[in-house]
């Protein structure tokens, strides 16, 4: 349920970066997919876009990427990603089990901010193969950092900031942002549209787990930024923190997420993939992204650690 986005004008430094990427693509390297085997995700399925993560890992340790904050990396392999073409639903590829999956010829938002999490904690972590950052997708990706089905992916985004703060990976910056108020709404979307999912299409039977695991996420009564204090807290943000944009819409916690990206006017933009533009882009201002849409009433953000 991703919105439109007014791009901004990037900075010459974010031109040549993006450009560098488009050409990357057009060139057909991209496109050359390549499944990997030989571990505990031995699917053909599991990583499409080796050529990709190659070219993402030469410029990472020609720049030597591993030497920076955490957020910086990430920050830094969004902006790599930029005009990577937006593809939805890559995750579901079967009906009867759950494959962690990384498909970077093709983003979405949650793929597009997983990937660039996950990456820059590959490097960190001494990583330079594709089952390292599908290692780290696995760990950031479940209930727990373990893949146990359908229902251990995190797949509303309170739940992924909630999880993750746990294990160590984010911190939930929300409640501390100012302005910051409790979402008192029932989140239930996936139980209720069921067959908007292929897996519980599939299977009626986790139907109810799902609902219940639902009811859960909603007593959380998850924190967020309404759009009013949106600039009052984008002082506060970093390049690399994740945002999730809180909706307004039935059942969801959040419609859409991304990337807080700083350009070199201080400003903090939204970096995100974006089903209207249809590849991932360097946007607007946060506050204004988050003001612009009637459904959006504000933000969550998570800051990686």
């Known amino acids: 349920m991703d919105a439109d986005a007014k791009t901004a004008a990037a900075n010459q430094g974010e031109n040549r970066i993006a450009l560098s990427r488009r050409d990357f693509l057009r060139c057909g390297i991209a496109a050359a997919a390549a499944p990997v085997f030989g571990w505990a995700f031995d699917d053909p399925g599991s990583f499409v876009g080796v050529p990709i993560f190659n070219e993402i890992l030469g410029r990472a340790q020609a720049e030597h990427w591993s030497r920076l904050p955490i957020g910086e990396i990430v920050g830094r392999v969004g902006i790599a990603l930029v005009g990577t073409p937006y593809v939805a639903s890559t995750l579901e590829l079967y009906d009867d089990r759950e494959v962690c ?12 901010y997983e990937i660039s999490l996950g990456f820059a904690r590959m490097l960190l972590h001494g990583g330079r193969a594709p089952k390292d950052l599908l290692r780290e997708i696995t760990f950031t990706r479940y209930r727990g950092g373990k893949l146990d089905g359908y229902l251990s992916r995190l797949h509303y985004t309170s739940d992924w900031i909630e999880d993750n703060d746990a294990k160590g990976v984010v911190r939930n910056l929300t409640p501390a942002l100012p302005g910051a108020i409790r979402m008192d709404k029932r989140i239930d979307f ?9 897996q519980l299409r599939a299977n009626p039977g986790l139907v109810p787990r799902m609902a219940a695991l639902e009811t859960k996420i909603s007593s959380r009564k998850p924190w967020y930024v309404p759009n009013a204090s949106v600039s009052a807290a984008e002082p506060l943000l970093q390049t690399g923190d994740i945002v999730g944009i809180a909706t307004s819409a039935g059942g969801l916690d959040c ?6 990206y700083v350009d ?6 939204f970096l995100n993939a974006s089903s209207a533009k249809g590849q991932v882009v360097l946007g607007e201002r946060l506050s204004e992204y988050a003001a612009n849409y009637r459904r959006n009433i504000g933000v969550m953000i998570a800051r990686p650690k």
């Open 101 to 112: 999956s990384v498909n970077l010829n093709g983003l979405d938002c949650v793929t597009f």
């Open 264 to 269: 070199n006017s201080g400003t903090r933009r």
């Open 190 to 198: 996936m139980s209720t549209h069921p067959n908007a999912y292929r």
């Open 255 to 260: 419609s859409h997420t991304g990337l807080v």
